[in-house]
């Protein structure tokens, strides 16, 4: 499409976007109800169980979707192990190729897709459209990296040793076989991206989404099916974590992993994938806990527009959601009165309908979660300002739906600490820039960081706060709305395992190994 959708240019699309998403709705809503196998070794394959897909918006069922066992995820891995030989052997150019072509497909495919996305994980179609259109940038925008690089292939000088022709290289190797378990709040494009880039490095993949989003996931592996990828090359399985995803991790033909997900089952894999007789890769993105700072010097307007932004789009479900605010003391009364304005006139509903903001969280028990958190909110010396509780909205008593919450906490408060994933934001009075971001590096995690000041203010923001991420005066979103190649996107500390972003010129080499070449003539 001519327009550019991404999360930065979302919120005015031209009227076509939005009758074609409407012509896609309808037709996907005519596929409700399939069975939708695995993918292994090329081929469809039945799972070994199978479960229910459950939209959040109204509890109904979207279809029935394959599981591996074991010893399903074992055929996967024998299939990529199979076919990498002479997959890693296959000329550059050709893996470049097929890596666009997957591109184009999901070009082809985006409202297809994006009406998937609302239907089964909640959000609004503009914030699937802009995952969509995502998904085909990684494939895209990876290609063109290797390209640039020309496979990492590089002519070192020659020892300068007289009589002697001792020509040196550096080059770049894939690792094997690379797995990739992708969450539900971005089933689609953090699938995409990681799978992208090991396919075009070289590696084989076998790729595992969210039990709670089997839908987007396998609309991919459909997408790379038709782009002509020879047979074992890529492999789709499900399940539980339990059993597909523990197969996965401890398959010994698992060469290197790419995580999106907790921090708590990240640094479980991290750890696993030291120990054995030799460390692997693993590429693990692990949350955020983040934090914006407004100080006495903000335009006020823009940041309220981008804490509800970063804080209640798509329901706070995203890694860079914000859910730290810390406020200069003199301004927090009036903050606050903006931000309960703002609040009271987002749109909240059926997230395929045009004019929904708020669609509903991704399930029953991101709901209890949600409730949790509200009772301890009103603790610790918190007070809820709007929200923290349930909604039936348009009559959907069974969807998901809950309010977003507003509360005042002072900074000692425990929830300050834990990841909730859900539209919650609290905010802290505070002295002033210093005490600010003190507080915001309090956190273990690391990821996105917003902050609205002066441009004085800013550069002590930027020296100082401990994020991978960040943005200043940003009304767009305070911590939320990277895209692959105009903002790098990344996390420190506990937010990540290597501190390298996606969508940049550091991403791809993480899925290669060096080899240095020496051969005397």
Known sequence: MAFKLT??????????????????????AAKIGAYHPLFIDGRDVDGAGSVDNV?????????RFATANSAQVNDAFVAAQRAYPSWRATDRGERIRLSRQVATIIEDRVYDIAA????????????ALAESQEAADFFRGYANDLERARGFDTVLPNDPIPGVVSRNRSVLKPYGVWGVVAPFNFPLALAAGPAAAALVTGNTVVLKGATDTPWSVRLLADCIRDAGYPRGVFNLVAGEGSEAGEALVSHPHLAGITFTGSYKVGMNIQRRMQAGAYPRPCIAEMGGKNACIVTEAANLDHAVSGIVRSAFGMGGQKCSALSRVYVAEPVADLLLSKLLVAMRSLSIGDPTRRETW?????SENAVSKYLSFADELGRHGGRILMGGTRLTVNGMSMGNFVAPTLATAPPEHPLYSIEMFLPIAMVARVAGLHAAVAHANASDLGLTAGFYGSTAEAGYFLDNIEAGTTYVNRPQGATTGAWPWFQAFTGWKGST????????SYYLPQYLREQSQTVVQ
């Open 7 to 28: 999360y930065s240019t979302m919120f005015d699309p031209p009227e076509e976007l939005h009758t074609r998403f409407d012509k896609s709705l309808a037709a996907t």
């Open 55 to 63: 939209s959040p918006i109204d509890g109904s069922v979207l279809g």
């Open 116 to 127: 998937t996305l609302c239907l089964e994980v909640g959000k609004n179609r503009l914030e």
């Open 358 to 362: 708020l669609g509903p969280v991704v």
């Open 497 to 504: 395992s290597t501190g390298k972003a996606i969508g940049s």
